[in-house]
């Protein structure tokens, strides 16, 4: 969604949704982003088939009042515990929050929580670590931000050598870095679509600009990627599009034959 759907102010634009529905192809959205940080680009499309949070970590159908969870796979309660103590401590500099299916826990509002609150338009609930995360928690995300690039890069490989285990960690856009269940991956939620709708993946396209989308533009069919992509990512695609702020996915739908098929 971000870098791809959605535009730098973080919203789909009026002229990509009507393209979509116009298109009538059915659409699954596949994002590092909370189910609630989707229900607004999911009500925007109409789409009531399954979608995918937290980079392949929920699969899930939207309701209108939450969502019906599908199949999932998150991080160990104690081990998201251990790398939330590990980092505030290490780096108290870095901002830190954590997702389970429902919400967004911080510790405190931060210069990180407000840049993702302006960005997404949810609001985190405040918290005590120790208050939300036991054993049995189920943490689908563990976000730290830092716009500091040699931080993120000591960050990085501190978290390595921690060798956690049952965990993945990516850097998403310069200012980011997730940590998900290590069975996380965009691909799993694609491999589900497929073996749901009874398809092979030349019957899929994908639309991706990032590092954590590769495993889902290398399985389809017709990886798509945004001008906006890094070099290495547009390198799996079968056609680059315009940027997301210039409604990449308008043209391809417009302009990709695969798209022009009768």
């Known amino acids: 969604m ?12 009026h002229r990509t949704v009507v393209a979509i529905k116009k298109s009538k192809i059915p659409v699954t959205l596949v994002s590092a982003r909370a189910p609630i940080e989707m229900q607004e680009t999911v009500a925007l499309l109409g789409l009531h088939s399954p979608q995918i949070a937290f980079n ?3 699969i899930f159908n939207p309701l209108v009042n939450g969502i019906d969870v599908i199949s999932e796979r998150y991080v160990d309660g104690g081990v998201a515990s251990t790398l939330i103590g590990a980092v505030t401590s290490r780096f108290p500099q870095v901002s830190v929050s954590m997702y389970d ?23 985190a609930t405040i918290v ?14 563990i976000m730290l931000i830092t716009k500091d690039p040699q931080i993120m890069l000591a960050l990085h490989a501190y978290l390595k050598n921690m060798a956690l ?19 996380a991956k965009k691909s799993r939620g694609i491999h589900y679509v497929l073996d ?9 396209a994908a639309f991706g600009d990032g590092h954590n989308d590769l495993p ?3 399985l389809v069919g017709y990886p798509i990627v945004m001008a906006n992509a890094q070099p290495e990512i547009k390198a799996v695609a079968a056609y680059v599009t315009a940027s997301n702020d210039e409604d990449g996915i308008v043209q391809a739908l417009q302009e990709y034959a695969p798209f022009q098929r009768k």
Do not use: C
């Open 196 to 204: 749901r709708y009874h398809l092979v993946s030349y019957d899929t």
């Open 56 to 58: 392949g970590g929920l």
């Open 165 to 183: 285990p049952g965990v993945s960690i990516q850097q998403s856009g310069d200012y980011y870095l997730e940590i998900t269940s290590a069975e």
């Open 101 to 123: 299916a429902h919400n967004w826990y911080a510790a405190a509002v931060d210069a990180g929580v407000q840049m993702e609150q302006q960005l997404t338009g949810q609001t």
């Open 128 to 141: 005590k670590w120790a208050d939300v995360l036991r054993d049995n928690a189920r943490v689908f995300k």
């Open 216 to 218: 889902m533009l290398k």
């Open 2 to 13: 971000d870098g791809t759907m959605l535009n730098s102010t973080g919203h789909v634009s």
